[in-house]
């Protein structure tokens, strides 16, 4: 079955810098844009980073010039670097799977990982 297995999240002190991972399975990693989201507690959920199937990204402004997402197809794997964190990145981080097909958005979602940015 369809999987995203987040990790990478924990405690760092504001400046500091985090990696998530996201492992996908079940489906054709390749054919999917990947993206990162992020759900602080009483905020709705917002995105971060999208990496398109060729490669293609874009950033929220609050994050640009801090983060940077990839991808490794040979491992079903999204990253997000993120660097220089400030206490407001704290929020549960979410992968998602997104694909076009049928003449609709295929989706898949993983559980999160926490990030938490304090002193």
């Known amino acids: 079955q369809v999987q995203l297995v987040e990790s990478g999240g924990g405690l760092v002190q504001p400046g500091g810098s985090l990696r998530l991972s996201c492992a996908a399975s079940?489906?054709?990693?390749?054919?999917?844009?990947m993206s990162w989201y992020r759900q602080a507690p009483g905020k709705e959920r917002e995105m971060v980073a999208t990496i398109t199937i060729g490669g293609a990204t874009n950033y929220a402004d609050s994050v640009k010039g801090r983060f940077t997402i990839s991808r490794d197809n040979a491992k079903n794997t999204v990253y997000l670097q993120m660097n220089s964190l400030k206490p407001e990145d704290t929020a549960l981080y979410f992968c998602?799977?997104?694909?076009?097909?049928?003449?609709?958005?295929?989706?898949?979602w993983g559980q999160g990982t926490q990030v938490t940015v304090s002193s």
């Open positions: 079940g489906f054709t990693f390749s054919n999917y844009a």
């Open positions: 998602r799977a997104r694909r076009w097909v049928l003449s609709t958005y295929e989706n898949y």
